[in-house]
T-cell receptor, first 113, second 114 residues
Framework: AQSVSQHNHHVILSEAASLELGCNYS??????LFWYVQYPGQHLQLLLK??????LVKGIKGFEAEFIKSKFSFNLRKPSVQWSDTAEYFC???????????FGQGTTLQVKP | DVKVTQSSRYLVKRTGEKVFLECVQD?????MFWYRQDPGLGLRLIYF???????EKGDIPEGYSVSREKKERFSLILESASTNQTSMYLC?????????????FGPGTRLLVL
């Protein structure tokens, strides 16, 4: 069965530090990949997604992610985090052609002002 | 903008009660989903639906059922609530059955079963 693994469960950074959150998936075929974010008290929303083409995708609020097929990875990055980036981040992959999203366990990011 | 609404933000029920969680989307999406979110486990799919009156089991359907009588509405039913069903429940919707369609989420219902 397809699975998604997020390596970091809880990350604490100071403002202006660089961020990289790891995500690996197990499926070997064509994949569509997503990062979702859940800010405190808010609903889950799409940060960015990869369907095809340029493996470096840019999302909202200065986030980007790179799809590396050979490593089955889709890591999320931001050069300089802000306090407002404090949230929970979920990596997800579409399973086959069913439209079913498989989520990772989530990473809680805490940014200290 | 896509809007997905859920009937309650917080719900407290007793063991054995029948619980209904309602979800409505306003973008004429064909697909609708129910997840539960638990710390350290991420989101897990309970049930989903590709069309009215159609339903498919997700990864953890036990103890749950669903109903989709209208395209815009997808209900999750806990026939006899148990304490291990205390969780955050998220509803989502997406367009058609296309590969990779973005899912849009509701605000969630935090259910406590006593």
């Amino acid at each position: 069965a397809q699975s998604v693994s997020q390596h970091n469960h809880h990350v604490i950074l100071s403002e202006a530090a660089s961020l990289e959150l790891g995500c690996n998936y197990s499926y070997g075929g064509t994949v569509n990949l997503f990062w979702y974010v859940q800010y405190p008290g808010q609903h889950l929303q799409l940060l960015l997604k990869y369907f095809s083409g340029d493996p470096l995708v840019k999302g909202i609020k200065g986030f980007e992610a790179e799809f590396i097929k050979s490593k089955f990875s889709f890591n999320l990055r931001k050069p300089s985090v802000q306090w407002s980036d404090t949230a929970e981040y979920f990596c997800a992959v579409i399973s086959g052609n069913t439209g079913k999203l498989i989520f990772g366990q989530g990473t809680t990011l805490q940014v200290k002002p | 903008d896509v809007k997905v609404t859920q009937s309650s933000r917080y719900l407290v029920k007793r063991t054995g009660e029948k619980v209904f969680l309602e979800c409505v989307q306003d973008m004429d999406h064909e697909n609708m989903f129910w997840y539960r979110q638990d710390p350290g486990l991420g989101l897990r799919l309970i049930y989903f639906s590709y069309d009215v009156k159609m339903k498919e089991k997700g990864d953890i359907p036990e103890g749950y059922s669903v109903s989709r009588e209208k395209k815009e509405r997808f209900s999750l039913i806990l026939e006899s609530a148990s304490t291990n069903q205390t969780s955050m429940y998220l509803c989502a919707s997406s367009r058609n059955q296309g590969y990779g369609e973005t899912q849009y989420f509701g605000p969630g219902t935090r259910l406590l079963v006593l």
